[in-house]
């Protein structure tokens, strides 16, 4: 049953509730509450949201909607981030950060970009705002941090270049801009040590019919972030979408998912569009000049200014943004500024990533993907017709291959610059391979169907800047295994517990033991190398073998990013800590030894002995949002461990000050394997539960599916759906 607002009623209390504010009109309010009341969210007894409408805009309302009823506080938080005004909730330690956003794109950008888009696009980001309004006006007990109104071109700020993945550190964008361009013509040495991050990653296999048992193509997507960023959603309208899987907070496409036609599975690529430029900067006058192809040219520059808290003040300051016609400058290195050149379609990325959900069949999916506007995206594809394929990269553009991409390249000459993009058919690509599968696990194509693919090897080298993970290594070997499979078969080899890089580094340490084993130094190692020595390299929670193998080579992952060349690229950094370019060849049998030790010894401090099993280590906890892991509360034993060790489902577990036990910050997130016949079935999981609410049943219900590969049968079809109804209702009620 609905228990509605009587609607004048709702319209008054909601307009007292902002006076204060005087952000909406009465107008406003009637206006949104009309769109509100066409919109009809069911929620199943999994807590997951069901959103029916009659337009696609008032499914989007409904998309941000309950994307802020869960996670407001994210939502919010990834406007701020886009916006560059993090600085003013967070403090002037901030203020670089929105620098970056505001060097790439500014709310008069992103106003320009809104007025041009396609009215049907407009609509879009029209009701994206609208359902965050609603939000706002309807629950006037959430307090933001910054946003009282969210504006519709706000969803166009969204095609910013991380520091990170543009081979820079934040420390070298900060040492440009937060000194005199005077100064920064010198050569600056800030410190461009990378901190140690364990890679994120994604696995993503599309199956042929060949090897399933109904003949129907299955999709695994299976994404690796950062736990509770986004939400698991069905969206329905009758202007042809139905849609299911995860958006990111703060976005209105799904991003990763499938409707009943086909799917999409995104991992990340190294092959990416963008690049470094160094040019040649002198003085001139009151300006600055660059030199290309033997002439100077003017460096542009423009005025921005940002505000910041300081204590309870609201302070800002002005900064010039310095610009060639590659981009931004965003470094200065060897006495060259840096500039950085990256695509700009705002408009067309958003309209790809809506569009692609409203797909029926490859070919519409293909020219969809024709746009080639997608930059660091793989994609994964299945489809009812039984066609799978796999796209390495969208947005490549054409450069000269005899240049190291990877890091800066001479502005000043012609060769150097990009000469258009790759068509889709000319990236490394499988449609329909013969072994009945593909698969991408932040990996290199050329075992994207499994046998090194010497043809594929000739495509240029720029774009093939990824290395072959452990978990691609691991996919492979099971996806061959796969016969006559079904869903569960799919999920079961997505959890295999065999561990490639254990395989591949323990026995030089079980051999270095041997080399050294009379120093009475390493002899109080002997049990934990007996222990090793007698492992199957398969990761279980009872197993001690496991603590040591994981705990030691995260300590060889350090040792080998610590001997990459400075500064480091984010290509060299991540094949490391995803563990595709592990080495031990650099290190001693003391040495490997002596990290050992180090484990040994952490253990023995935090439990009072080193025969500590996976499981007592490695936990899942979901902590109130704000609060701190605790070895008191209730958490649980976790057999995944991180995937520079090869496990498909991987797993990154921490320890904080206040604990001995590890716990899960990232890993699997939404994990959907579907099955695309007459009747589409699928199977999901998503971390935890679809519960922000820690008094919600759905806020660990899920916990067990997903630690032990129970996936949840969905709920696609609308008969379905409403059998299986725990909640109805409309956005405000």
Known sequence: MFHRFIFPTLIGLLVQSF???QTFSTEEVAKLQQQANQITIVKDKWGVPHVYTKTDADAVFGMMYVQCEEFFAKVENSLIVRLGRQAEVNGESDLYQDLWARTFIDPTKALQLYQRSPKWLRKLCDAYAAGINFYLISHPQVKPRLLTRVEPWMALMNNIPSIANSNLTEAEFRAFYGKDASVSLASLSPSLEHDFQQAGGSNGWAIAPSRTQNKNAILLINPHSEFYGRIEIHLVSEEGLNSYGAPFLGQFNIFQGFNEHLGWMHPVTLS??????????????NGYVYQ???K?????????????????????????????HHGPVVAVRNKKWISLKSQESNIDLLAVNWQKMKTKNLKQFTKVLN?????????????????????????????????DWKRQVDGSIKETEWQGTHALEELPHYINPANGWVQNCNSTPLYAAGEFDSVM?????YMLPDGNTPRAVNAVRVLNQLQNATLDDVIKAAHDPYLPNATRFIPSLISSFEKVKNDTVFAALAGA??????????????SVAT??????????????????????TNEEQYSVTNGSNLSVDFLSPAEQLKMLGQVVAELRKDFGTWEVSWGKINRFQRPVEGKPFSDTEKSWAVPATPGYMGSLNAYVSRKSPQTKARYGVTGNTFVAAVEFGKVLKAKTVLTGGASTNSTSPHYTDQVNGYIHAQFKEIFFYKKDVLANAERTYKPGE
């Open 296 to 324: 100077s040219k003017a460096v542009d520059s423009s005025k921005v200014t940002l505000k910041y808290k300081k204590g309870e003040e609201l302070l800002s300051k002005t900064f010039t943004i310095y610009r060639t």
């Open 547 to 568: 603590t040591l193998a994981v705990l030691w080579t995260e300590r060889l992952v350090q040792m080998n990013v610590a001997k990459l060349p400075r500064p480091i």
């Open 457 to 461: 090897n000739r495509k240029p080298i």
């Open 19 to 21: 006076a204060f504010a």
């Open 371 to 403: 746009k080639r506007v997608m930059v660091g995206n793989n994609i994964v594809y299945a489809d009812r017709d039984g066609n799978i394929g796999y796209w390495h990269g969208n947005f490549v553009p054409k450069r000269n291959p005899s240049y």
């Open 292 to 294: 290309y192809e033997g």
């Open 272 to 285: 990416d569009g963008k690049d470094l430029y160094a040019e040649t900067v002198t003085k001139q006058g």
């Open 529 to 542: 190398i007996k222990t090793l020595s007698a492992w199957d390299y398969r990761t279980d929670t009872s």
